[in-house]
């Protein structure tokens, strides 16, 4: 304890040199003086109130209380405090800034990268792209040379067929050409006398002209060797009609009429009368082939419109006459029937070249009889194609009528024809491509083979109509 300032053993010394100095009358006289005052100053001190006791708070206190034993921190410490508590925040603000910067250059440099990735990936996308539609191309080119392959396969077989044939026919001759056995000698054969009917004309003007009896010629037998002789029948000669003035036409106005009326008219579209329709129809006439006055009932130069299509629309036609079209079965029939046709047909192959073939005698049945074609002599210089089709029945993608059995033609050529028994020789209605840079519109085998038409024009002319070839 100690108050007013003064220790306990300072008290405690001056009690003792208070007492240890008797001996000394003056000195004692001081000492009591001194005891004097500081009784008094004890009572002083004790009727005094006693000093309040302070507490340093742990911030935030007076300057006067600073570098105290009882706040021994200073003002100046505090602030150093704060100050490295603050550059300890500034340098980690400038580290996260600088961290912050750093993220910032790789996002970015991230960036760029995916940029440039993503214009690369657009290049190989552009560039598959561009592969995809030369693979498509490629498919189209090979869906169409697979169609070829196999109607050269069908072609094949059909030549393995009539090879086949010819041995057997050769065989039979080799048998035949054999030495004969011993037979008995033949009997002169004897031959009837043949008769001839009574022949009939037109007479141009229309009335019917009579024609004689014919009279057969005796036949004679041939006399046998080996084996008995045989006499043949004669035959007798038909009579011819008388003639008449100007020819009277038989059928309808037709192309060929219109042209005979008059010649110099130009080929294109015509008002034209099928027999036992009452409507006319609007046809396309070619004016100028082969002297011209032909009725087209084909035309096929470009890939629309398609051919292929069900029977009803080869019965009826379909397409523009100007362009590419087909006339209709049953006009065909109507025209033709009982009547003496020929049909041209025009071709063209993909390098320009032009050839035709022309068919006497062009006819086809009726729709019961499934639009059978009738085709007599060829002439022309594409080749005789259409031969195999004679007598052939018509086919469309919803009627097989053909003589192929494993297969329907006109599904599988895409186009309604008079397809055999190896679907074709000639096919102008086949599936056109226009894929390849000049199309294929359909074969004619002897003119081209499998190459593909770009364009085939059919058309008929009446036989009793020739006119004056021009040029
Ligand atoms: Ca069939």
Same mark, same amino acid.
């Given at each position: 304890?100690?108050?007013?300032?003064?220790?306990?053993?300072?008290?405690?010394?001056?009690?003792?040199?208070?007492?240890? =100095?008797?001996?000394?009358?003056?000195?004692?006289? #001081?000492?009591?003086?001194?005891?004097?005052?500081?009784?008094?100053?004890?009572?002083?001190?004790?009727?005094?109130?006693?000093?309040?006791?302070?507490?340093?708070?742990?911030?935030?206190?007076?300057?006067?209380?600073?570098?105290?034993?009882?706040?021994?921190?200073?003002?100046?410490?505090?602030?150093?405090?704060?100050?490295?508590?603050?550059?300890?925040?500034?340098?980690?603000?400038?580290?996260? @800034?600088?961290?912050?910067?750093?993220?910032?250059?790789?996002?970015?440099?991230?960036?760029?990268?995916?940029?440039?990735?993503?214009?690369?990936?657009?290049?190989?996308?552009?560039?598959? #792209?561009?592969?995809?539609?030369?693979?498509?191309?490629?498919?189209?080119?090979?869906?169409?040379?697979?169609?070829?392959?196999?109607?050269?396969?069908?072609?094949?077989?059909?030549?393995?067929?009539?090879?086949?044939?010819?041995?057997?026919?050769?065989?039979?001759?080799?048998?035949?050409?054999?030495?004969?056995?011993?037979?008995?000698?033949?009997?002169?054969?004897?031959?009837?006398?043949?008769?001839?009917?009574?022949?009939?004309?037109?007479?141009?003007?229309?009335?019917?002209?009579?024609?004689?009896?014919?009279?057969?010629?005796?036949?004679?037998?041939?006399?046998?060797?080996?084996?008995?002789?045989?006499?043949?029948?004669?035959?007798?000669?038909?009579?011819?009609?008388?003639?008449?003035?100007?020819?009277?036409?038989?059928?309808?106005?037709?192309?060929?009429?219109?042209?005979?009326?008059?010649?110099?008219?130009?080929?294109?579209?015509?008002?034209?009368?099928?027999?036992?329709?009452?409507?006319?129809?609007?046809?396309?006439?070619? #004016?100028?082939?082969?002297?011209?006055?032909?009725?087209?009932?084909?035309?096929?130069?470009?890939?629309?419109?398609?051919?292929?299509?069900?029977?009803?629309?080869? @019965?009826?036609?379909?397409?523009?006459?100007?362009?590419?079209?087909?006339?209709?079965?049953? @006009?065909?029939?109507?025209?033709?029937?009982?009547?003496?046709?020929?049909?041209?047909?025009?071709?063209?192959?993909?390098?320009?070249?032009?050839?035709?073939?022309?068919?006497?005698?062009?006819?086809?049945?009726?729709?019961?009889?499934?639009?059978?074609?009738?085709?007599?002599?060829?002439?022309?210089?594409?080749?005789?194609?259409?031969?195999?089709?004679?007598?052939?029945?018509?086919?469309?993608?919803?009627?097989?009528?053909?003589?192929?059995?494993?297969?329907?033609?006109?599904?599988?050529?895409?186009?309604?024809?008079?397809?055999?028994?190896?679907?074709?020789?000639?096919?102008?209605?086949?599936?056109?491509?226009?894929?390849?840079?000049?199309? =294929?519109?359909?074969?004619?085998?002897?003119?081209?083979?499998?190459?593909?038409?770009?364009?085939?024009? #059919?058309?008929?002319?009446?036989?009793?109509?020739?006119?004056?070839?021009?040029?």
């Amino acid at each position: 304890m100690s108050y007013c300032g003064q220790s306990d053993v300072e008290a405690a010394s001056r009690h003792q040199h208070l007492v240890l =100095s008797p001996a000394r009358p003056e000195a004692f006289r #001081m000492d009591c003086k001194m005891l004097l005052a500081a009784v008094l100053l004890a009572v002083a001190c004790l009727t005094s109130p006693a000093q309040a006791a302070f507490t340093c708070p742990k911030t935030a206190y007076a300057v006067e209380n600073q570098n105290t034993p009882k706040c021994p921190t200073t003002l100046a410490n505090d602030i150093k405090t704060q100050q490295t508590a603050a550059d300890k925040v500034k340098a980690d603000v400038a580290k996260a @800034k600088s961290q912050m910067t750093a993220d910032k250059q790789s996002l970015e440099s991230s960036l760029n990268l995916e940029k440039s990735k993503r214009a690369a990936a657009a290049t190989k996308v552009t560039g598959l #792209m561009t592969k995809a539609t030369a693979l498509q191309t490629a498919a189209t080119a090979a869906t169409t040379a697979a169609t070829g392959t196999q109607a050269a396969i069908t072609n094949l077989k059909r030549q393995m067929q009539l090879l086949k044939q010819k041995v057997n026919s050769l065989e039979a001759k080799a048998n035949a050409a054999k030495p004969a056995g011993t037979g008995t000698t033949g009997t002169t054969g004897t031959g009837t006398t043949g008769t001839g009917t009574t022949g009939t004309g037109t007479k141009p003007g229309g009335t019917t002209g009579t024609g004689s009896t014919g009279t057969g010629t005796t036949g004679t037998g041939t006399t046998g060797t080996g084996t008995t002789g045989t006499g043949t029948t004669g035959t007798g000669t038909t009579g011819t009609g008388g003639t008449g003035g100007a020819t009277k036409p038989t059928h309808p106005q037709d192309c060929g009429l219109i042209h005979k009326q008059n010649p110099s008219k130009p080929s294109g579209l015509y008002s034209t009368k099928v027999p036992g329709e009452t409507n006319f129809v609007i046809t396309y006439c070619d #004016m100028t082939t082969d002297g011209g006055g032909w009725t087209v009932i084909q035309r096929r130069k470009a890939a629309t419109p398609s051919f292929d299509r069900p029977w009803n629309d080869y @019965k009826n036609g379909f397409g523009q006459p100007m362009d590419s079209f087909w006339w209709g079965l049953e @006009k065909v029939y109507k025209v033709t029937k009982g009547e003496n046709f020929r049909l041209r047909i025009e071709m063209e192959d993909t390098q320009g070249l032009k050839k035709s073939a022309v068919y006497d005698n062009f006819r086809i049945d009726s729709e019961l009889n499934k639009y059978k074609l009738t085709v007599g002599k060829y002439s022309g210089n594409a080749g005789n194609a259409l031969m195999t089709h004679n007598g052939i029945k018509f086919s469309s993608n919803d009627q097989d009528n053909d003589d192929y059995i494993p297969d329907s033609c006109a599904k599988a050529y895409r186009g309604g024809w008079w397809y055999n028994d190896h679907c074709f020789d000639a096919n102008l209605n086949g599936y056109y491509s226009d894929k390849n840079p000049t199309g =294929s519109s359909g074969f004619w085998l002897p003119f081209n083979g499998y190459k593909g038409l770009k364009a085939s024009a #059919m058309m008929i002319r009446h036989m009793d109509y020739n006119p004056p070839k021009s040029g």
